[in-house]
């Protein structure tokens, strides 16, 4: 699958842009203050020379990386920049074991640099003049986790456009999924925009009212 180019969006004072990286076309996502300019890395997968390069070209440098879980395709840019890594203290130990993190099964045995701080439900983390809600949404990983930021939430692979995140691997649990969506994401507003960890954006009333999985 092509890598499509970014994708921006300003979501009043956030800003996102979107790359595509890696052979699962994992979402990578680049999210900015738009005031200071201060910026952050949410699941850098893969192609680090492209995410640096758009990087260069819009002037931005990342102060520090959160990983929304431990999976090999959300992590295996992590060490390419020298800069902290915040993961949900339960997926930890997903970072340097290719069993845990699933590269192995792909015969790439990936191993990420480990966690400079380990996240917990509700915690908050400052990024300039906004903030992410840091919202455990267990399931696929367990550690899995949503990030809030005013009317945006980036769900990893929890939430996705007319689907969720696969339960069939190891330490995934459908119902536990199922019950984490229910009760930590679709109680946002319906206006909430969804950035997932695949795929194309959404909004929870959608998902809401015609996610296949949830109705």
């Given amino acids: 699958m092509k890598n499509r180019l970014p994708r921006s969006r300003k979501e009043n004072k956030v800003v996102v842009k979107t790359l595509v990286v890696g052979p699962l076309a994992t979402n990578c996502y680049i999210v900015s203050d738009q005031a200071t300019g201060e910026t952050c890395l949410i699941d850098p997968g893969s192609d680090p020379s492209r995410i640096k390069e758009v990087l260069r070209k819009d002037g931005l440098k990342a ?6 879980h431990g999976h090999g395709d959300h992590i295996a840019a992590n060490g390419a920049f020298g800069i902290p890594i915040y993961i949900h203290r339960l997926d930890s130990d997903f970072l340097d074991n290719p069993d845990k993190n699933l590269s192995r099964m792909f015969f790439f045995g ?10 917990e439900d509700g915690e908050r983390i400052g990024l300039g003049n906004i903030e992410f809600e840091v919202i455990h949404t267990p399931g696929h990983t367990p550690g899995s986790i949503s990030l809030k930021v005013d009317d945006v939430v980036f769900t990893g692979d929890a939430l996705f456009a007319g ?35 695949h795929g194309e954006p959404s909004t929870i009333g959608k998902e809401k009212n015609s996610n296949p999985f949830l109705i």
């Fill in 63 to 68: 102060k520090f990386i959160i990983n929304t």
């Fill in 110 to 119: 990936i191993k990420s640099p480990k966690a400079s701080r380990l996240l």
């Fill in 163 to 197: 689907s969720i995140g696969r339960t069939d691997f190891d330490y995934g649990d459908e119902s536990l999924l199922i019950k984490s969506i229910n009760a930590r994401l679709l109680t946002l507003s319906d206006d909430t925009v969804i950035y997932p960890g």
